[in-house]
């Protein structure tokens, strides 16, 4: 089956600690991004990557690190958090770059930095 | 800046009404529009426009794209409880532009409460 997994699905951690939330994708896609999505805000891309060890910054990138090593994963790394990254994540992967009509989401990682 | 505007922010109907959403956008180097719906998980697509004036319709949801009022709205009708939901649009900017590989940026999304 076609998907974009995350993991972890929850987390509440403390300001500081570092966290990865991992982010896998079994269609062979080029590009994947992450969202952070907050009440009000919408979602908004912290980072993308268009292909292996190809990244680049979204709209709101402060705080947050990826790697594209492989092209199945994409980790998004917060080495110290703080509470206003508390939110709402999603990775999500599409074939190449301006295909988003056939983006697939991952479930979302509930982050609660305290 | 890219930037998308969604109205209403929050929308409650009865079942069977009809509603109409609003996404109005500023791009540079637009390509296309794209609607979502989320429900208590990851959006899931509903649409996407590229050409001005031609509807997509699915079942009871239609969409359609103005490009000259940078505008598009999505309309449902015989509203029911399982439309309700959060619904999001999204402009596409061509490879290359601001806001991302893809310009992928987002409206704040509608929240839309059907009653029975």
């Known amino acids: 089956e076609a998907q974009v997994t995350q993991n972890p699905r929850y987390l509440i951690t403390v300001t500081g600690k570092k966290l990865t939330v991992t982010c896998s994708q079994n269609?062979?896609?080029?590009?994947m991004s992450w969202y952070r999505q907050d009440p009000g805000l919408g979602l908004r891309q912290i980072y993308y990557?268009?292909?292996?060890?190809?990244?680049d910054k979204g709209d709101v990138p402060e705080g947050y690190k990826v790697s594209r090593k492989e092209k199945r994963n994409f980790p998004l790394i917060l080495e110290s958090p703080s509470p206003n990254q508390t939110s709402l994540y999603f990775c999500?992967?599409?074939?190449?770059?301006?295909?988003?009509?056939?983006?697939?989401f991952g479930p979302g990682t509930r982050l609660t930095v305290l | 800046e890219d930037k998308v505007v969604q109205s209403p922010l929050s929308l409650v109907v009865h079942e069977g009404d009809t509603v109409t959403l609003n996404c109005s956008y500023e791009?540079?180097?637009?390509?296309?529009l794209l609607w979502y719906k989320q429900e208590k998980k990851a959006p899931t697509f509903l649409f996407m426009l590229?050409?001005?004036?031609i509807e997509k319709k699915s079942g009871r949801l239609s969409s359609i794209l103005d490009k000259k009022e940078l505008s598009s709205i999505l309309n449902i009708t015989a509203t029911q409880t399982g439309d309700s939901a959060i619904y999001l649009c999204?402009?596409?900017?061509?490879?290359?532009?601001?806001?991302?590989?893809?310009?992928?940026?987002f409206g704040k999304g509608t929240h839309l409460i059907i009653q029975p």
């Open positions: 590229t050409s001005s004036g």
């Open positions: 269609m062979n896609h080029e590009y």
């Open positions: 999500a992967s599409e074939p190449s770059s301006g295909r988003a009509y056939e983006q697939f």
């Open positions: 999204a402009v596409e900017a061509e490879v290359g532009a601001g806001g991302g590989a893809d310009g992928l940026t």
């Open positions: 791009v540079t180097n637009f390509r296309s």
């Open positions: 990557s268009m292909n292996v060890e190809v990244t």
